[in-house]
């Protein structure tokens, strides 16, 4: 056959939730970008549980929307229930979730990607990446090639200037339910059998992970009064920083909690020969942060019982999802363990519960930009990198997308460093860690969580979004009158000094705290923890009416100043070895004094700066020391040459 | 992350710069921008109206390191103003005679006042960054920072064998376990409850908090009971024990009269004679006795002369050897031994000799026999002593143990920090702050605590989470 040739500027291989947001960014920044999918009809699929958001996934679908992706608006469009969680705790934890109806969030990606300027969408598999060689000085950059484009299935070749790799679980992918083995992709769709041979002759590292999801059961045949209903909140705040609160109170649908028992466990217990992971027919390194039902009995054999949710897949089904019970174990064990639980004795099991097990890259093997470091312009995103999630896919598809797009128009990639957000810390850690299992977001690896917050991911990234390009003048306009109301009215209220005087302290009184020695600012009143902004408005005259977004901001920043500052103040030195740039070429084999142990990481992770490399396993300070001389001697070599 | 990040700030560091000799003569160097200001904080000068910051640069001057009203020592600082010092920065040296114990003290002192210990191979390291030192002696730079860790490393992990170590790790694993737990309610609210946890977790803070303050107290100077040589005092009733002790302790620690048998029980002293640490125990008199109390004293003797690695047997030269005599000479035949022959004041009534100790000895191992004339009623014979442990033990060289007290100081500090940063925890439960406040300052403690193991922070945590609480929603 002749052979045909398309050109476009980008490639997408996979419409997940990082393939959507990665060709959402190269179109609207101008770059002609075709999205290739397996099933045109399973745009942005939820192929696993039925939310977006939780803790701190929420930070990083805000920080999606501040940098200008589509996640947040997506899922404001489409909730069934919403809620804010940690309330009760400090603000950097607080973190949004919502329950999504899986069918209308995909029709809504599909409806954004199809009325985008620039893209396309096509149904295909791609069966292989084209590259040549390099410049030599490109070579001398770490580039071992150079992507051309890629061919699909039919032969047809697409010619780019840059391919994004999104395919999640979709490589050589098989599920597992029990001794029944499908060489599927996920909920029965094709997987993709070619792709992975092609990388690998490129000279890219795969391996291999797995993951699970718990059944789907009929809802018509599960008996809620034994479960306890668990609402939504109201009023809703919605995921976006652009959609109005007033479009998001609407009426939303319950999840239920019940709990297995000991006869649950003794089910499983009975039959954990027949897993396939401890029957050792599973290759793949499973998460431990989603374990498996038969893993949680197994590993915890104290707990008497575990939480199970049962959520609802969307408005079109009847199907819900059973949080808590993913599993590998064969369909009769399954019937009858789900059987035992409160609530679904007479249950009917709609889709089982399975494994699925795929090829996914090596991550130590890309760049900060999410480019692999030896083809120049093949990127990757989301679960191919080794991660888990909807949310963190989506989050490297954005990032992977304006950095593709950054490197094709010929400006500054984008960098987001562990201070400034969750995006940072997720590539960051990808990128500088040896990953071992499916990488999962948590507040816990954000080391300066406290300015981290979901509250202010617009004023931490809306800048950075703004100037790629994404977002719009009006979008930032509106973000600059914000955050000059919130320092006025910070200033306002140090400034504002209350005496001790009788009418104030009779309202401290009926307030219940103690009364002032002195004259005191309406700030340090705040950060009595019995008064808030909204409780101390009668003392406080001159106060204008002011946004709530922006209010929330106000009082975070007086009531945790102290905590604030002294993170502040470690990012400055964080900054100053984020600065310290190490040259692509450098041979680690020239600096004489460093350890064996931190030669072979710093070789095989190349950091691009000192505080990367400081954070690779096995590289101590004193070889940073060692390191930074030797960077400071070729420096200064260099100036002596000139 | 912690520790790399201090190592590349422009804050002012300090560490003894000399290897300590038998001399007892060292300096300690301070540099950095408050290298003046913090110094003159624990300086007074010989006269009065005098302090640092009127100190001419590159030159030196006599006076007085101070805690509070107490006189530490009398030092010479010399002051070498940026640009034209080792490092190019403000650099303070001070001259010490007061031997390690009173240098230990003085860095101390610098370092609660707002110096760091400086890194392995810092100062060089600042010189070369600096531009002092040339770029053709990088490499040589590089091998002394990549040398000096590895011996400061070695030094401190030899160090912390037994169980101080024990210790720590058994604080490090309680303080990850709470953060872990916190760390997993905070990731999966719905699953694990905090509800009245921070009342829970200040009583487990508080003990933490009150053990790390014990440490940090047992390591102070004059009681760091670790590698030091454990020595047992052994004489007769009243040939001088207790004030032998006394001499080397330089108080009245046991109780001295005439009076045979006034030392009850086992009296346990660390001391240092210049450089040599002996971990001293003294005994009741070695004497069948009938007297209850005092038998108990005997027997324990007895015992902790098997454990010893050093006897000073301490015999009255002005009253002839007798069957005690003989059994204590029995007991010591194994092991190394000293013998201090005392009383040597009363020349005119001496007894014993020499050759009659060493009669005694033949056949023992201890054929070259050091034996020492003293008189602790005057204080003779202390220098002959320390020699003759060196000879001993050292083969007459003791430069080498300088490292040792150095890092014991950058334990101490460290668990300073810990302690700190665990009373911040308590401060934040106090103000009654939310859960996810408590974690910024038990991760400090973690950490710091886990510097002096030399372990890499990694991702214990996220692992602690994983392990111990059952995650999964």
């Not at chain 1, 009668?538 to 993170?567: A, H, K, M, S």
Request: proline share 3%.
């Amino acid at each position: 056959m002749t052979i045909v040739k398309e050109k476009f500027d980008v490639v997408i291989i996979g419409a997940g939730h990082a393939g959507c947001e990665a060709a959402l960014a190269c179109a609207r920044l101008g770059l002609e970008t075709i999205v290739f999918t397996m099933s045109a009809d399973n745009i942005a699929f939820m192929p696993c549980n039925p939310h977006i958001g939780g803790s701190s996934k929420g930070h990083l679908v805000r920080e999606i929307d501040a940098l200008g992706g589509e996640m947040g608006k997506n899922i404001d469009k489409t909730f069934l229930q919403s809620k804010m969680l940690n309330t009760s705790k400090g603000p950097a934890v607080h973190s949004l979730r919502c329950q999504a109806d899986k069918m209308e969030y995909s029709k809504e990606m599909r409806k954004v990607l199809e009325s985008q300027d620039h893209l396309h969408i096509k149904q295909a598999e791609v069966s292989e990446i084209l590259f040549e060689e390099v410049s030599d000085e490109l070579k001398r950059e770490g580039y071992n090639n150079k992507i051309v484009g890629v061919k699909i299935f039919s032969g047809i070749i697409y010619e780019a200037k840059a391919v994004i790799l999104c395919t999640g679980t979709y490589l050589k992918s098989r599920c597992l339910t029990g001794e029944a083995i499908t060489y599927s992709g996920p909920n029965g769709l094709l997987p993709s059998n070619l792709l992975s041979d092609s990388l690998i002759s490129a000279g890219i590292e795969l391996r291999r992970f797995k993951t699970g999801t718990p059944a789907r059961m009929d809802g018509s045949t599960i008996d809620y009064s034994k479960m306890s209903e668990q609402f939504g909140d109201t009023p809703v705040v919605p995921f976006s920083f652009d959609t109005d609160p007033k479009d998001v109170q609407r009426p939303q649908v319950s999840c239920w909690l019940t709990y297995t028992n000991e006869k649950t466990h003794e089910i499983i217990k009975a039959n954990i020969d027949r897993s396939p992971i401890y029957a050792g027919i599973i290759e793949g390194v499973g998460p431990r942060y989603c374990p498996s039902i038969e893993d949680k009995v197994v590993k915890f054999p104290d707990h008497e019982r575990h939480q199970v949710f049962v959520e609802p897949e969307g408005t079109f089904t009847n199907e819900m999802y059973i949080d808590g019970m993913s599993s590998s174990l064969p369909e009769d064990v399954q019937i009858a363990m789900y059987r035992t639980v409160p609530g679904l004795e007479n249950c009917r099991i709609v889709k089982n519960a399975y494994a699925i097990e795929y090829d996914c890259l090596c991550p130590g093997q890309l760049h900060p930009t999410l480019e692999i470091k030896t083809t120049r312009g093949l990127f990757s995103a989301g679960q191919f990198n080794g991660s888990s999630g909807y949310e963190e896919a989506a989050a490297q598809g954005l990032y992977a997308g304006i950095n593709a797009a950054m490197q094709i128009l010929d400006k500054e990639s984008l960098y987001i460093d562990r201070s400034e957000g969750y995006i940072g810390v997720l590539v960051d850690d990808l990128v500088t860690k040896e990953n071992l299992e499916p990488y999962r977001m948590m507040t816990s690896r954000a080391e300066y969580r406290l300015l981290l917050r979901q509250d202010n991911a617009d004023i931490r990234l809306r800048q950075k979004g703004y100037e790629i390009g994404l977002i719009s003048e009006d979008q930032y306009n509106k973000l600059q009158t914000k955050i000059a109301l919130i320092d006025k009215e910070v200033s306002r209220l140090k400034e504002t000094v209350v005496g001790a005087n009788a009418t104030i302290q009779k309202f401290m009184e009926k307030v219940g705290t103690p009364t002032l020695k002195t004259a005191t600012s309406l700030a340090e009143l705040i950060c009595r923890p019995e008064l808030s902004y909204e409780s101390i408005k009668e003392i406080d005259p001159d106060r204008r009416p002011l946004p709530d977004d922006v209010i929330e901001q106000v009082e975070i920043t007086i009531r945790y100043e102290g905590y604030i500052n002294r993170q502040e103040r470690q990012v400055e030195q964080f900054k100053k070895l984020e600065k310290k740039k190490i040259p692509a070429d450098i041979n680690y084999d020239d600096v004489g004094s460093l350890r064996l142990e931190a030669r072979q990481k710093l070789q095989k992770f190349r950091p691009t700066n000192i505080g990367q490399a400081s954070r690779i396993g096995g590289v101590n300070p004193a070889d940073v020391s060692v390191l930074i001389i030797y960077l400071d001697s070729l420096h200064r070599g260099n100036a002596d040459e000139k | 992350m912690s520790r790399v990040l201090s190592t590349f700030s422009n804050d002012t560091i300090c560490a003894i710069a000399t290897a300590m000799s038998d001399a007892g003569i060292g300096i300690i160097r301070v540099s950095g921008p408050k290298a003046l200001s913090i110094c003159n904080t624990i300086y007074v000068s010989s006269q009065k109206e005098h302090t640092l910051l009127s100190h001419k640069p590159n030159s030196i001057r006599f006076g007085y390191i101070c805690d509070g009203d107490e006189i530490i020592d009398e030092v010479m600082i010399s002051y070498m103003k940026a640009p034209h010092s080792y490092t190019m920065e403000d650099v303070i040296e001070i001259n010490s005679h007061g031997g390690m114990l009173v240098m230990n003290r003085i860095l101390n002192l610098l370092l609660q006042t707002g110096c760091r210990m400086a890194e392995p191979g810092e100062f060089t390291k600042r010189a070369f960054l600096n531009g002092r030192i040339d770029l053709t002696k990088a490499e040589a730079v590089m091998d002394i920072i990549s040398a000096q860790n590895n011996f400061a490393l070695e030094s401190s992990k030899s160090q912390l064998q037994g169980k101080l170590s024990t210790k720590i790790k058994e604080l490090r694993e309680k303080i990850l376990y709470e953060m872990a737990f916190i760390e997993s309610a905070l990731d999966d609210p719905e699953n694990y409850d905090l509800t009245g946890y921070s009342q829970k977790l200040r009583s487990i803070i508080i003990p933490m908090r009150n053990e790390i303050c014990t440490l940090i107290e047992s390591s102070d100077e004059g009681k760091i009971r670790k590698d030091g040589i454990k020595t047992v005092i052994v004489g007769k009733p009243n040939a001088g024990k207790s004030s032998l002790l006394n001499a080397l302790t330089g108080d009245e620690r046991a109780i001295v009269t005439d009076i045979a048998g006034t030392t009850r029980d086992v009296i346990e002293e660390t001391v240092r004679l210049g450089d040599i640490v002996l971990h001293v125990i003294d005994t009741a008199g070695i004497r069948n006795t009938e007297d209850i109390i005092e038998k108990i004293g005997v027997d324990k003797a007895k015992s902790k002369i098997e454990e010893a690695d050093l006897i000073l047997y301490i015999l009255d030269s002005t009253s002839e050897t007798d069957n005690e005599d003989k059994e204590i000479i029995e007991l010591c035949k194994s092991k190394k031994t000293i013998v201090l022959l005392n009383k040597n004041d009363l020349s005119d009534n001496i007894k014993i000799t020499e050759d009659i100790v060493r009669m005694h000895f033949s056949g023992s191992s201890n054929e070259h026999l050091p034996i020492i004339r003293t008189s602790m009623l005057k204080g003779n014979g202390l220098e002959e002593l320390k020699d003759a442990i060196s000879d001993l033990f050292f083969n007459g060289d003791i430069v080498h143990k300088q490292e040792i007290y150095i890092t014991n100081l950058r334990h101490k500090d460290l668990l300073s920090k810990a302690g700190n940063s665990l009373e911040l925890v308590l401060d934040s439960i106090e103000k009654n702050l939310s859960e996810d406040f408590y974690t910024v300052d038990l991760t400090g403690a973690y950490e710091a605590l886990g510097e002096i193991l030399g372990e890499e922070i990694g991702d214990d945590l996220v692992e602690e989470i994983f392990s111990k609480f059952c995650m999964g929603k």
